[in-house]
């Protein structure tokens, strides 16, 4: 089991689509009859708060640049009253190959994400947050292609489970004013264990006979046939039917014997 080197990149799309869900906030500064000042698209990074923080504290005047918003997986947590058969093997094929695909169910696991909002004006942070919070009645879903061998695309909530606010000075009082707005989701996804290659079956014999298959003892099946793939070159998508051949080899272990077989007309009358 382990030692099977594999990477389907799933938790990296939830990543990207966590984030792509919040890269077009804006932020309107206006006069106070409405006149629009200024239009900010808000910068959207992958950081914690602590390293937001603390690059403020080193540098606030590089480093201020607010509004912006910063988000970060937090863990994941398998969630197994969401899981069905794991037993279950799904099967498909790829294009230009004579090899089948085998994957077992996948695992549901349970992702917490954190989106910090930082401003240094409070009606900023509230703009923000109206953007964002109507659209999750308590989830918002995104579709990602989980699995491209798959060819499989799924819908996964994004659910907000709380929002909390904080108004803090950082470094000497007045210097570095911060209004942190903390919003926290669950993301419901799943996990994908590594793709088993096998070959296609394109051929079938099937003996009919009464005694032993051993040639040896003297005893002939009464009736071999002979299913294969028509042409033998076919891929699962191409175009092909069966070709079907009966009769009495002597040596039914012998593929090479095959004077006593004639093609059968298939499907059959």
Same mark, same amino acid.
Not at 207 to 214: A, E, I, K, P
């Given at each position: 089991m382990f030692g099977t080197t594999f990477y389907h990149? =799933? =938790?990296k799309k939830l990543i990207i689509a966590f984030g792509s869900v919040f890269n077009n906030i804006h932020v309107q500064r206006t006069e106070s009859d409405g006149t629009l000042i200024k239009d900010i698209r808000v910068p959207l990074a992958y950081e914690s708060q602590k390293k937001y923080l603390a690059r403020l504290i080193k540098d606030a005047a590089t480093n201020k640049q607010v509004p912006r918003m910063g988000f970060i997986l937090n863990g994941i947590e398998a969630d197994y009253s969401r899981a069905g058969n794991q037993m279950q093997t799904h099967r498909f094929n790829k294009t230009g190959t004579d090899k089948a695909h085998t994957i077992l169910s996948p695992i549901p696991y349970n992702f917490t994400f =954190? +989106? *910090? $909002? &930082?401003? *240094? +004006?409070? *009606? *900023?942070g509230l703009q923000i947050i109206e953007q964002i919070v109507p659209y999750f009645q308590p989830d918002f879903n995104v579709v990602i292609e989980e699995v491209p061998e798959l060819d499989m695309k799924r819908d996964i909530p994004i659910e907000l489970t709380g929002v909390t606010m904080t108004d803090e000075f950082e470094g000497t009082f007045g210097d570095h004013r911060i209004v942190n707005w903390q919003l926290d989701f669950l993301i419901r996804g799943w996990l994908y264990p590594p793709i088993h290659e096998q070959g296609i079956i394109k051929k079938v014999v099937t003996? &009919?006979? $009464?005694?032993? +298959?051993?040639p040896a003892d003297g005893e002939a099946p009464l009736e071999q046939v002979n299913m294969s793939v028509d042409p033998w070159g076919s891929d699962a998508d191409d175009n092909w039917t069966v070709a079907l051949e009966a009769g009495h080899p002597d040596d039914p272990n012998n593929t090479e014997d095959v004077d006593t077989m004639a093609p059968v007309k298939w499907p059959l009358d």
């Open positions: 990149g =799933t =938790t =954190t +989106l *910090d $909002v &930082y401003c *240094d +004006l409070m *009606d *900023d003996n &009919y006979m $009464v005694g032993s +298959l051993d």
